[in-house]
């Protein structure tokens, strides 16, 4: 018997719709394919530079501080709270979803009194329980806060976040891993403090960095530190003096997954960042178009829905795995099932970065169609795939 291990390992054609990885444009295939340069050539540096330039348009900053970590999205969510927080620290964390209940728990990990504000799931976090938690915690010294909740497909307005948590000088670290790249993220004009993402969503690039960006207050109470980091590894100080001051060896930079995300900004600034904004909405205002003319039901409240991921309702009697891997094994199409308490209640659609396209709508809402009826849904073939089609041209009108 051969072993499997053996063969070229040839994987199929997918299209990666889910909550990410999203599929990665050949071009930022490729440009993993160029020879490996050492973490301290010159050359390397300038690809450093690069990187760090984009990065700062795509968040909307001048931060100095504004590089991509050496880690998936999770890692820059350790290294926000290792770096603000010290033992006995006040954090507020709002949670209306999963990805907040992961940041409460790396905060609490991180030694600080840890407050969580609970939102519902698949409403935004809610402003007045905030500004009631903060009055209950005038010494808290951060607040932290997802902007996209990838769980439920929600958005949060991060400026009241801001407004608020300014009012008790508290620090505002924001998750923007699902919306940088797709919403609008302006650190600086929202003066947020603290804002990281990850690179396989709508950066276009696959998982393995973590960009962020720190502003000054947040680099200060970094700098003025009562005790040491107490992770090396995500010691934002270090950090800084390596990807922009004396370049001094810290860890050895994973040099092809950034020519990678160097080639997924490339072509983001190409399109332009807000046409990849606009392209984002008008996606998602089609999928979830389509979605509803089928009779399914959006988790998120309306006025708050995320355009690169849609969370729909698994409509009664119809079995959450059998559709996935119909869609998976049928139509190579990967959606995302739910988390926590959405487990087994909601697909999740992502149309992120490169797959935020038209043609990927069609796709799926044309095989969700055919799997569906085959399980005794009720479909009228085809209207998901015309409301679809008149939301684009709505869009395409509107913008
Ligand atoms: C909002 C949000 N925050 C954090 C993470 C964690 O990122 P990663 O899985 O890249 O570690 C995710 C992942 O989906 C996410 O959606």
Known sequence: MTQSYLQEFQPPPRILLGPGPSTVHPRVLQAMTLPVLGH??????????????????????????????????????????????????????????YFG????????????????????????????ALRDELR?????KMVGVVHAETSTGVLT??????????????????????????????????????CYSASQK????????????MGPRAMQVVNERRSPVQSFYFN???????????????????????????ESLRMMMEEGIDNR???????????????????????ADAAH??????????????????????????????????????AGKVWRIGLMGEGARESNVFALLSALESILSRMDYEVAFGASLSAAQRALVEAQRDG
């Open 202 to 213: 709508c950066l276009g690039s696959p998982p393995g960095l973590a960009p962020i960006s």
């Open 277 to 299: 904004i606009a392209r984002h909405a008008r996606v998602a205002a089609a999928l979830r178009a389509g979605l509803e003319a089928m009779g399914l039901e959006l988790a």
């Open 236 to 262: 934002l100080k270090d950090l800084e003096s390596y990807w922009n001051q004396t370049r001094a060896y810290h860890h050895t930079s994973p040099i092809s997954m950034t020519y990678a995300l160097r």
């Open 157 to 194: 307005d991060l400026t009241e976040v801001v407004s608020l948590a300014r009012e008790h000088d508290a620090l505002v670290v924001a998750d923007a891993v699902t919306s940088l790249g797709s919403h609008e993220v302006r650190v600086d004009d929202w003066d947020i403090d603290v």
């Open 40 to 97: 301290l050539d010159p050359l390397f540096f300038q690809v450093m530079d690069e990187v760090c330039e984009m990065l700062r348009l795509v968040f909307g900053t001048d931060n100095f501080m504004t590089a991509p970590l050496s880690s998936t999205g999770t890692g820059a969510m350790e290294a926000s709270c290792a770096n603000i927080l010290e033992a006995g620290d006040t954090a507020i964390v709002c949670r209306n979803g």
């Open 101 to 128: 209940d992961r940041l409460a728990d790396i905060a609490s990990r991180c030694g600080a009194n840890t407050v969580v504000l609970d939102s519902p799931w698949g409403q935004p976090v809610d402003m007045d």
């Open 305 to 342: 829905r995320l355009n690169p991921l849609t969370a729909v309702k698994i409509p009664e009697g119809i079995e959450d795995l059998a559709v996935r891997r119909t869609l998976m094994s049928g139509h190579c199409i990967e959606i995302g099932g739910g988390l926590g308490q959405f």
């Open 136 to 140: 209950k915690h005038p010494s808290v």
